[in-house]
């Protein structure tokens, strides 16, 4: 009994390729992890752009004319629908660190776009910058 | 004695062959279970984070329509928990769901936070984590009523 035991404290046969193994077992699964993570905290930071910007471009889509709406007319104000939709965005994009890039006005559409980047917690991919667009028009509930 | 079983029986006495893969196998196995296990945590938690995220986005969209405190909470906890339901993420002890708004009247601005405690994997003694996200909407200036 004492002899197997001896015998195998001195048997390294093996140990340089298990130690060897795991080591590079342990990296490539941190690697794996890292990248899960990191791309699972971009596709989050895109819907959160993406959701930023609808709500921006909507709240731009409210700001409707006043006179226009009276003769039964639904229609943004530009300069008002580009205003708020601006304000709206930057109130929203300094809640959730992203940044304003661009609101449009064309008649009753607003888009806008806002970015935001994401630094990765691993070092394996890149910062990223997502970007995200979205458009909203006024329009009668129903009619176009 | 020439039967096969046997010579293999006596081969085998004293013959440490393979037993550094025996070895092997014994760290190998369980550290590739592991390894799966925390790719399905990591898993788990981004899609838990990024459907928070959506949830906390449609709670506040539903929150806009109401007019009130009351109604609105009402509505956001609703849509977030239905939400969270459809795309299949478990909170612990349900969603948890903060509305506040800077006035209940057209123009003003509702936030909605939403709270997940998600699941953790009880094999790797990985806890639950809370992720949380908050998204904010206007609320709409013109509301047809009727049609």
Redesign the interface.
């Known amino acids: 009994m004492g002899g197997a035991l001896q015998r195998l404290r001195e048997d390294d046969r093996g140990a340089g390729y298990l130690a060897a193994f795991i080591v590079l077992f342990s990296v490539l699964l941190l690697a794996g992890v890292g990248i899960l993570v990191d791309s699972a905290r971009i596709l989050a930071a895109d819907r959160e752009c993406s959701s930023i910007a609808m709500e921006a471009a909507r709240a731009g889509a409210n700001a409707l004319d006043g006179d226009l709406l009276r003769d039964g007319t639904v229609s943004a104000n530009p300069a008002q629908a580009h205003a708020t939709a601006a304000a709206a965005a930057g109130a929203f994009v300094s809640h959730a660190g992203g940044s304003l890039q661009l609101v449009t006005v064309s008649g009753s559409q607003v888009t806008v776009v806002v970015t935001a980047s994401v630094n990765p917690w691993f070092p394996l991919m890149g910062g990223r910058t997502v970007s995200k667009s979205a458009t909203a028009t006024a329009e009668r509930d129903g009619a176009s | 004695m020439t039967c096969p079983p046997c010579r293999l029986g006596r081969r085998r006495r004293g013959d440490r062959r393979g037993s ?2 025996v ?2 196998l014994v ?2 196995v369980p ?1 590739a279970f592991g ?1 799966v296990l ?2 399905f945590y ?2 788990r ?3 838990a ?2 459907e928070v ?2 949830a906390a ?1 449609v709670a ?2 539903a929150a806009s329509m109401e007019r009130d405190a009351g109604s609105a909470h009402a509505a956001a906890a609703s849509a977030a928990s239905r939400t969270l339901t459809g795309s299949g993420t478990a909170c612990a002890g349900g969603p948890g769901v903060v509305v506040s708004a800077t006035e209940w009247a057209a ?1 003003g ?1 509702v936030t909605v936070s939403v709270t997940c405690r998600a699941e953790g994997v009880a094999e790797l003694g990985a806890p639950s984590r809370s992720l949380s ?6 609320i ?3 509301v ?1 009523y009727g ?1």
């Open positions: 550094a893969d070895a092997a760290v190998i550290l390894a925390l790719f990591a898993g938690q981004g899609t984070r990024e995220t959506h986005a506040a969209r123009g601005v996200a908050s998204a904010r909407a206007t709409d200036q013109f047809l049609g």
